[in-house]
């Protein structure tokens, strides 16, 4: 099975739940999450210019769930197995956005997208077409829900932002039926 066009590990890989984090210590699996399609952040690595980093690899709960789902990862808590839906639970005991992130962000993976943090964007996601430090991203994402308003205001930073940074704004809201809507804003100097 491929993982976004790269060899899956043959084996899961074995992550703990630290706070609401998952690391996985192994400095082998860590490298080869990270190099399927740049999961997670080696720790105390700002920029990664290589796979060769030799530090633990840092999940958040978003991402350790897709891994989880699809057969990458396993976790542990207390030397105890968690299924997907023990992780996917805490995830949402922690964050109330959770299950909306978790769906743009399966969503956004599934059509081959590199997904991180977008939080240095002022935004949920960074989203890239190859990965950081091949490409820039070219994509910055905001979740909303389907009845959730944005002032003018806000809208207006948010163009500034992606603009100044040179990224394309996208809101993504996730719809029922599964399906995620995307916005995109494009800016014009006129």
Known sequence: MMVEGRQKPERPVRGEVVADNVVVFDLED???????????KPLGVPKPKDYEFEAPLLLDLVEACYLVEEGVLEVY??????????????????????????RVYRDLRKRGFVVTSGIKFGSDFAVYKYGPGI????????????????????LVRAGRLATTVRKNFIVAIPQRGGRVRYLVFSWLRI
């Open 135 to 154: 490409d820039h991203a070219p994509f910055i994402v905001q979740v909303m829900q389907e009845n959730e308003t944005i002032s003018a205001a806000e």
């Open 77 to 102: 808590e207390g030397g105890v197995k968690l299924s997907f839906s023990e992780l996917f639970t805490r995830g949402a005991r922690s964050n109330s956005r959770f299950e909306q992130l978790y």
């Open 30 to 40: 860590a490298r080869r999450i990270y190099s399927a399609a740049f999961y997670g």
